[in-house]
């Protein structure tokens, strides 16, 4: 089994496109460059892309917005074709990229089971004997009895991937990281994830959430206008882009005079709230930062006993979230800068608040 692109530079058309709408924030480049391609301007999504990957491979892709990570991926998976270099796959190439592709709004949950089973090649039987594992794991419930248009995206998303993991045998690319629902649901897309590298196939997942693809990634490829930057293990190119995007940030939003306002001591970041049912195990959690310029926040949960820590919902300054019943005492809850990544505050689950 084997992945490979071989020296693949991509352009598109570019029309009425000046050279200064390409630059973002901090001078950021955004959607590739602006060049001459056959005569015509174009704009250059890939340059030169080298990759080889074997059997068992866990590749994250990472980038600010525009520097290819999501055209990178759909080249590998032969929805766009290189007018330089060449894709090779030693087996077929699944993805999750678009929601709507391959799936009916207007038809349920398990009909759109049955048509991407189809789409993939499987026979009927195949398909019919996979029905109750796929609705298990998606945890929709009757929802798989109504239309697709009544679901969240959320709720769609985890439908995709459940199709998706479990008809597709080969290579699986996949376009930013399943955040769907709590915890508990994502440590289940985790064991899925690591279940399908086991069996000797390979996975290339792009996303922005450096906690996840430190947990399901061995190797981590740094993409910056088209181009590798760097590639090598995911610990040292996370903390490398990671330092490099909270810099970029934090410029960026000093220049417009959006800098974070300091946040006194002793000021209750985020709190915890008990639903009086008997019985329960869900919390709500609420926050309030507003009056100290804080945009979106990150809620994680960490446990120390394991020493992970894992997103639970990126969300707005002022907000309210109620968990599932997966919390446990001990648990603490953090909220970060969804910006910079700085740690804003914490709350513990305490032996007394299911009492």
Same mark, same amino acid.
Request: some cysteine; aromatic content about 8%; hydrophobic content about 40%.
């Given at each position: 089994?084997?992945?490979?692109?071989?020296?693949?530079?991509?352009?598109?058309?570019?029309?009425?496109?000046?050279?200064?709408?390409?630059?973002?924030?901090?001078?950021?480049?955004?959607?590739?460059? +602006?060049?001459?391609?056959?005569?015509?301007?174009?704009?250059?999504?890939?340059?030169?892309?080298?990759?080889?990957?074997?059997?068992?491979?866990?590749?994250?892709?990472?980038? $600010?917005?525009?520097?290819?990570? =999501?055209?990178? %991926?759909?080249?590998?998976?032969?929805?766009?074709?290189?007018?330089?270099?060449?894709?090779?796959?030693?087996?077929?190439?699944?993805?999750?990229?678009? #929601?709507?592709?391959?799936?009916?709004?207007?038809?349920?949950?398990?009909?759109?089971?049955?048509?991407?089973?189809?789409?993939?090649?499987?026979?009927?039987?195949?398909?019919?004997?996979? %029905?109750?594992?796929?609705?298990?794991?998606?945890?929709?419930?009757?929802?798989?009895?109504?239309? +697709? $248009?009544?679901? =969240?995206?959320? #709720?769609?998303? /985890?439908?995709?991937?459940?199709?998706?993991?479990?008809?597709?045998?080969?290579? %699986?690319? #996949?376009?930013?990281?399943?955040?769907?629902?709590?915890?508990?649901?994502?440590?289940?897309?985790?064991?899925?994830?690591?279940?399908?590298?086991?069996?000797? $196939?390979?996975?290339?997942?792009?996303?922005?959430?450096?906690?996840?693809? /430190?947990?399901?990634?061995?190797?981590?490829?740094?993409?910056?206008?088209? /181009?590798?930057?760097?590639?090598?293990?995911?610990?040292?190119?996370?903390?490398?882009?990671?330092?490099?995007?909270?810099?970029?940030?934090?410029?960026?939003?000093?220049?417009?005079?959006?800098?974070? %306002?300091?946040?006194?001591?002793?000021?209750?970041?985020?709190?915890?709230?008990?639903?009086?049912?008997?019985?329960?195990?869900?919390?709500?959690?609420?926050?309030?930062?507003?009056?100290?310029?804080?945009?979106?926040?990150?809620?994680?949960?960490?446990?120390?006993?394991?020493?992970?820590?894992?997103?639970?919902?990126?969300?707005?300054?002022?907000?309210?979230?109620?968990?599932?019943?997966?919390?446990?005492?001990?648990?603490?809850?953090?909220?970060?800068?969804?910006?910079?990544?700085?740690?804003?505050?914490?709350?513990?689950?305490?032996?007394?608040?299911?009492?």
């Amino acid at each position: 089994m084997y992945l490979r692109a071989n020296g693949v530079s991509l352009y598109f058309p570019a029309h009425g496109i000046a050279a200064s709408a390409q630059r973002g924030p901090a001078g950021t480049r955004v959607g590739g460059s +602006l060049v001459s391609y056959r005569g015509k301007p174009h704009i250059r999504a890939l340059d030169d892309v080298n990759l080889s990957l074997e059997q068992g491979a866990r590749l994250g892709i990472v980038g $600010h917005n525009g520097s290819g990570k =999501s055209t990178l %991926l759909r080249t590998l998976a032969g929805l766009y074709t290189p007018q330089r270099g060449s894709i090779e796959a030693g087996g077929p190439v699944s993805g999750i990229f678009n #929601m709507s592709i391959g799936f009916r709004q207007e038809a349920s949950g398990y009909r759109n089971i049955v048509l991407k089973g189809l789409m993939a090649g499987r026979s009927r039987r195949e398909i019919d004997a996979a %029905l109750p594992a796929i609705a298990e794991f998606t945890e929709l419930g009757p929802y798989l009895d109504m239309p +697709l $248009h009544t679901y =969240s995206a959320g #709720m769609a998303l /985890r439908l995709a991937f459940a199709i998706t993991t479990t008809f597709s045998h080969e290579i %699986l690319v #996949m376009d930013e990281w399943i955040g769907a629902g709590d915890a508990q649901f994502q440590e289940k897309v985790i064991a899925r994830m690591n279940s399908f590298v086991e069996s000797a $196939h390979i996975c290339v997942l792009a996303s922005h959430n450096n906690t996840l693809l /430190r947990r399901v990634t061995d190797q981590c490829l740094w993409l910056e206008d088209g /181009r590798i930057r760097n590639y090598g293990p995911s610990a040292e190119i996370l903390e490398a882009y990671g330092e490099e995007a909270r810099a970029m940030r934090a410029a960026a939003l000093a220049e417009e005079g959006l800098s974070r %306002l300091p946040i006194p001591e002793g000021h209750p970041v985020i709190q915890v709230h008990v639903p009086k049912r008997p019985g329960s195990r869900a919390v709500e959690l609420s926050w309030d930062l507003e009056d100290f310029r804080v945009g979106r926040v990150k809620l994680s949960v960490y446990e120390s006993s394991t020493g992970e820590e894992r997103l639970v919902a990126t969300a707005p300054a002022l907000c309210s979230r109620r968990t599932g019943e997966w919390v446990r005492e001990g648990m603490e809850f953090r909220l970060r800068d969804g910006l910079d990544d700085v740690l804003l505050g914490s709350v513990v689950i305490e032996r007394g608040h299911f009492s």
